[in-house]
């Protein structure tokens, strides 16, 4: 198993750009999770779906965030317009819906937004 | 709502010492606990859960936690630590018996340096 992909792994962009961060979930795996990190706030869960539905989007910091997730096999994270304090390393988790299920990460797309 | 306490935001030791990292929790219901680590650029991955059953849970790497109810807590526990276990170290919770998804609270990490 590929474990779960994300792209870009890096992406340096202007404020103002919009920006697509991606996700490919580990096959059969039902919820998926993005989460942002930073130094100064530590991990911070986003949205999460749940058979492609979102479920709790309750961390989404405003609403130059959206995520969409139109299938089992994909789902983008999308900032527009961006801005330098979205500069951060997001992830994307994914697991089965069991209660003791383990997420698991994908190694993350680092964002700088100059 | 559930929420994790790591007090120690960093531990150093030196290496072949033994560590403990330390993680409470506050919980109004019952809930499985996880230790993750995540190394130098890269994901969380898991080291150990605590579901039910033994209240001593042995992970990978050598590293074991475990659950004490009464204390709610759920300390990591290395014997010997190498320096390869330089990481950091998350301790997350979630509730038992929700339906909608598996979401995890997650403490604020403790960064574990080991020294030669």
């Known amino acids: 198993d590929a474990g779960v992909i994300q792209s870009p792994r890096h992406e340096v962009t202007e404020m103002g750009q919009e920006v697509t961060l991606r996700c490919k979930p580990i096959s059969g795996h039902n919820s998926l999770f993005w989460y942002r990190q930073t130094m100064m706030r530590g991990l911070e869960l986003l949205i999460y779906?749940?058979?492609?539905?979102?479920?709790?989007d309750s961390g989404m910091p405003e609403d130059r965030f959206s995520a969409k997730m139109p299938n089992a096999s994909f789902s983008t994270l999308k900032i527009q317009p961006s801005e330098p304090r979205d500069s951060a390393v997001y992830f994307c988790?994914?697991?089965?819906?069991?209660?003791?299920?383990?997420?698991?990460f994908g190694p993350g797309t680092r964002l700088l937004v100059l | 709502a559930q929420s994790v306490t790591q007090l120690d935001s960093q531990v150093p030791v030196f290496e072949e010492a033994p560590v403990e990292l330390r993680c409470n929790y506050s919980s109004s219901v019952s809930v499985y606990l996880f230790w993750y680590v995540q190394y130098p650029n890269q994901g969380l991955q898991l080291l150990l859960k605590?579901?039910?059953?033994?209240?001593l849970v042995k992970g990978i790497n050598g590293f074991e936690a475990e659950f004490n109810k009464s204390q709610t807590s759920f300390h990591l526990r290395k014997p010997s630590v190498h320096i390869s276990d330089t990481a950091e170290y998350f301790c997350?919770?979630?509730?038992?018996?929700?339906?909608?998804?598996?979401?995890?609270?997650f403490g604020t990490g403790t960064q574990l340096k080991v020294e030669l």
């Open positions: 997350a919770v979630r509730k038992i018996g929700t339906g909608g998804g598996n979401k995890l609270t």
């Open positions: 605590y579901l039910s059953g033994s209240t």
């Open positions: 779906f749940n058979n492609n539905v979102p479920i709790d």
């Open positions: 988790a994914t697991s089965g819906t069991g209660g003791g299920e383990t997420q698991y």
